[in-house]
């Protein structure tokens, strides 16, 4: 079964950080570039930052760029998302989800985790 599992969210003050992990399971990990979105009460869903199959291209969204850092362990079939200098706007439901190539492109993405809350509050 092709799952992804989303842990680490929280409450945090606002500078503070999280890291996010996303374990897959089911699948050829190393084949599929993975992607994290979020979204926010009222909001439509975001991007916020992709990396390519063996971890050599990253992309993050300008709204997160410089805080946030994607990486991956393909050895533990996991991705991270380290998020540093959390802001009040941070505040969302954080999703893992599979590309089914191995970069970032522009395609639908294919599997889904449920999604980690990340609040920002002091």
């Known amino acids: 079964q092709v799952q992804l599992v989303e842990s680490g969210g929280g409450l945090v003050q606002p500078g503070g950080s999280l890291r996010l992990s996303c374990e897959a399971s089911?699948?050829?990990?190393?084949?599929?570039?993975i992607g994290w979105f979020r979204q926010a009460p009222g909001k439509e869903r975001e991007g916020v930052s992709c990396?390519?199959?063996?971890?050599?291209?990253?992309h993050y969204a300008d709204s997160v760029k410089g805080r946030f850092t994607i990486s991956r362990d393909n050895a533990k079939n996991t991705v991270y998302l380290l998020m540093n200098r959390l802001k009040p706007e941070d505040t969302a439901v954080y999703y893992c989800?599979?590309?089914?190539?191995?970069?970032?492109?522009?395609?639908?993405?294919?599997?889904w985790g449920q999604g980690t809350q990340v609040t920002v509050s002091s």
């Open positions: 990396i390519s199959s063996i971890g050599d291209d990253t």
């Open positions: 089911g699948f050829t990990f190393d084949l599929h570039a």
């Open positions: 989800a599979r590309l089914n190539v191995p970069v970032c492109l522009k395609a639908p993405y294919d599997t």
